[in-house]
């Protein structure tokens, strides 16, 4: 299993190549478990002044984490608390531990995103402290399709995009590109993906004695920026901001009829078809993200990725995205108007057994 990960270390770069092209480089539990320790080891090396990772196969940085692996152990071992039950709280656990790791690294950490990044392959880059996007970045968050909600820190870094775009992203599922990336925030740098290759080795033979392993790494991706376009994203901006400004889901959809635009239509058409319950949930959780940092919306992260994972929306969305491909999914509840209030709480409530305590880093 360890070459679904490929872990060496070039002079004084680390490298991470996700190793699993077939599957999009979605991120397993075992990919976690052998990733962690590395970063720890690197941190903790002084010869190592940066880590840099890529996704192999040329057709995805990570499609995210392995979420229909979850869902088939939960349904294979139901009805009894079980393997399945026992996954998700390992593989969900041991995610949010390398994100954590990631976002307090410290050193330079380096995504080279080029392709497919959606879910936990957020996971794996934003939390670090440089983003290379290519023109071939398709960037998103559709966990609201699946029956889940926009986890390995959504709650912490959507609230913090440009004005409500992180929220639209996080309900709608949107993609974006290259350009939206830039302006969201999310990429630092955009390369063509044929010059990755290039940036890499400028880094491993970069002058690192010279100023700070941060400074060395801003000069060297400076030397291969170039301009990304103007974002789309961007351009819906003001609509955007004025449709998904609302403290529920129902006002939103409300928003956006009498918005009455063809983007504000299909946004609406897109929101029916997902997940009510997740909907709900997602919109709470980006709102409680405005006001708590990082480490504190992780505790709340985990403990949504028990609740959410164990309800039979989860499998059925992973059924009709991933499994059937007939994305005919049967919600239950149905509609947002079936949805209660103690239905998305009870969501967030403490259960025993789902604590997720990490240390505190310096908060960013």
């Not at 270390?9 to 539990?29: I, Q, Y």
């Not at 909600?149 to 639209?168: A, C, H, I, K, N």
């Not at 299909?266 to 990082?294: D, F, H, I, N």
């Not at 995205?321 to 509609?335: A, E, Q, S, Y």
């Amino acid at each position: 299993m360890s070459d679904d990960v490929l872990l060496e270390t070039r002079g004084p770069v680390g490298v991470v190549t996700l190793n699993r092209p077939k599957a999009l480089n979605a991120l397993n539990l075992a990919m976690c478990r052998v990733l962690l320790p590395r970063l720890e080891a690197w941190a903790a090396d002084p010869e190592v002044k940066a880590v840099v990772i890529r996704g192999a196969g040329g057709r995805a940085f990570c499609a995210g984490g392995d979420v229909r692996a979850v869902a088939a152990s939960v349904v294979e071992a139901a009805p009894r608390e079980s393997a399945g039950e026992r996954l998700s709280r390992e593989f969900f656990r041991a995610e949010y531990s390398l994100n954590h790791r990631i976002h307090h690294f410290g050193k330079p950490y380096v995504s080279l995103v080029d392709g497919i990044c959606m879910g936990g392959g957020l996971g794996l880059s934003i939390h670090g402290s440089h983003r290379v996007v290519t023109e071939r970045l398709v960037l998103a968050m559709p966990e609201t399709a699946i029956g889940l909600f926009p986890d390995v820190g959504g709650g912490w870094f959507l609230p913090r995009f440009p004005g409500e775009s992180g929220t639209y992203l996080g309900l709608t599922g949107a993609r974006c590109n290259a350009a939206d990336a830039m302006w969201l925030g999310y990429g630092t740098h955009f390369v063509e993906s044929a010059r990755l290759d290039a940036v890499l080795d400028a880094l491993v033979g970069a002058p690192w004695g010279r100023g700070s392993a941060h400074a060395v790494v801003d000069g060297v991706l400076a030397d291969f920026h170039a301009d990304a376009g103007t974002s789309v994203l961007a351009t819906q901006h003001a609509a955007i901001d004025r449709c998904f400004a609302a403290e529920r889901v129902e006002d939103i959809q409300q928003a956006l009829e009498a918005e009455g635009s063809t983007w504000a239509q299909e946004s609406w058409a897109t929101l029916l078809r997902m997940c009510p319950t997740s909907l709900k949930v997602s919109l709470r959780q980006v709102r409680m993200g405005r006001t708590r940092g990082y480490d504190e919306m992780a505790g709340v992260e985990y403990r949504l990725s028990q609740a959410m994972t164990a309800r039979a929306d989860f499998r059925e969305g992973i059924r009709a995205v991933l499994v059937d491909k007939d994305n005919k999914p049967r919600w239950h509840p149905g509609t947002l108007g079936d949805v209660s209030d103690a239905d998305v709480e009870a969501c967030f409530a403490p259960l025993e057994g789902d604590a997720f305590a990490l240390p505190t880093g310096p908060r960013r």
